[in-house]
């Protein structure tokens, strides 16, 4: 079974630019999350989607940060414009609703 | 959902030993999971265990839930160096929200 897919796996950019990540969750996981993770810190919960419906995105700085999920499967989420503190790794994950979730490999975005 | 507290925030074992850690929440759940958390393999799903069992097994891994402490712990027995990770509880039904991990460092 393939796992989730995310990409890039590596962005650095300066202050100011706009950035996207990508996700391809796991076929068939109607849940598909979005976290931001500072190093040393556990995940933080951005958004999660149900299907292609925002189930929470209570979390998500809404003034720079967006995400969209088309036809409930790929997701993207974009940053814009970044923010020296937006340096983290950003990881998604998708499980069917009530399961335990499976991980991408995360992108490690750095902002200068 | 909610996010567990886990507990201690570092540990260090030899191997071979067992580690323990413990995660507290706050309000009623319907279940708690684990996961961990390694360079290697990045974050995982270990186990899911449900408001209406006591203790579960994977492996070397022993997961028990008290629901009348709101508690949870993780044992993992015979610990081996790639044990060396991050672990995270997940209370709650809906939503996965993790706290600040327990960093367990398995020592040669």
């Known amino acids: 079974e393939a796992g989730v897919a995310q990409s890039p796996r590596y962005k650095i950019i300066e202050k100011r630019q706009s950035v996207a990540f990508w996700c391809n969750p796991i076929?068939?996981?109607?849940?598909l999350y979005w976290y931001q993770q500072i190093l040393g810190q556990g995940p933080k919960l951005l958004i999660q989607f149900q299907n292609n419906g925002v189930v929470d995105d209570s979390q998500l700085p809404k003034d720079r940060f967006s995400a969209e999920r088309l036809k409930g499967v790929d997701s993207t989420l974009k940053i814009q414009p970044a923010k020296l503190e937006d340096s983290a790794v950003y990881l998604c994950a998708s499980s069917l609703l009530g399961r335990g979730a499976f991980f991408g490999q995360g992108t490690r975005l750095t902002v200068v | 959902s909610q996010q567990g507290e886990e507990d201690p925030q570092a540990l260090s074992i030899q191997e071979g030993e067992n580690a323990t850690m413990n995660c507290s929440y706050k309000?009623?759940?319907?279940?708690l999971q684990w996961y961990r958390q390694n360079s290697g393999r990045g974050l995982v799903h270990l186990i899911l265990i449900r408001s209406n069992e006591r203790e579960k097994h994977s492996g070397r891994l022993r997961v028990t839930l008290d629901t009348s402490k709101k508690s949870s712990s993780l044992l993992i027995t015979a610990s081996r160096a790639a044990d060396t990770a991050s672990y995270f509880c997940?209370?709650?039904?809906?939503?996965?929200?993790f706290g600040k991990g327990t960093r367990l460092h398995i020592l040669p």
């Open positions: 997940a209370p709650g039904d809906d939503k996965i929200i």
């Open positions: 309000t009623s759940i319907n279940n």
């Open positions: 076929s068939g996981h109607a849940t």
